[in-house]
């Protein structure tokens, strides 16, 4: 996903639950299919993989909007797990956000764009996740133009992440660098 689009859902995220221009609230909603958690107890228990730092690949399966970003292998990533869900990075380099373990369904009215992320698998080292954006318009969009593809278009990619190491105390960024407490 390029940086351009990575600010628009960044905005879109921040958004969720503020009035947009029309004074209707945004507000995500869980979505139908993905993998589910029916087990208790801490991260790692029932099959849910642990917070940790995992090895992460992309794949763009399709992008109408403009170049997803590099497949294949991106620097190591930290997944933060909990019983409700886990957060992981949008993309390569875009922003961060939760995700129940049955998924998250999150639209812009305004802006006619919604973000799709689907659980597709975990098990207790790995991770699969299928992103979908989808624009369905940009007429009314209340966003700098530059933040915004030039027309109705979509994008799906998969994160797929495997345990590497686990933090079972949690993570920390020292000077940039993220490591297990």
């Known amino acids: 996903m390029n940086k351009r689009r990575q600010w628009v859902f960044v905005s879109i995220l921040l958004t ?4 947009g221009c029309s004074g209707e ?3 995500p909603t869980s979505s139908t299919g993905g993998a589910s958690f029916s087990g208790g107890g801490e991260a790692g228990a029932s099959g849910v993989p642990p917070t940790g730092i995992y090895k992460e690949t992309l794949t ?5 909007c403009s170049q997803a970003g590099a497949n294949g292998a991106t620097p190591d990533a930290v997944v933060e797990t909990t019983e409700a869900g886990f957060n992981i990075r949008l993309g390569s380099d875009g922003p961060r956000q939760d995700v129940p373990w049955q998924g998250f369904s999150a639209g812009l ?3 006619d764009a919604t973000l799709n992320i689907d659980v597709t698998s975990f098990s207790p080292t790995t991770l699969d996740v299928d992103i979908t954006e989808i624009w369905n318009s940009t007429d009314a969009c209340d966003l700098p133009a530059t933040s915004i593809p030039a027309g109705p278009c979509s ?8 345990l590497e190491t686990a933090c079972p105390a949690g ?5 940039g660098v993220t490591r297990c407490r």
């Open 25 to 27: 609230a945004a507000t």
């Open 155 to 162: 994008s799906e990619w998969l994160q797929h992440f495997e």
């Open 171 to 175: 993570t920390e960024t020292v000077s």
């Open 16 to 19: 969720l639950g503020a009035a």
């Open 109 to 111: 009215a305004h802006c």
């Open 60 to 64: 763009a399966k399709a992008d109408d």
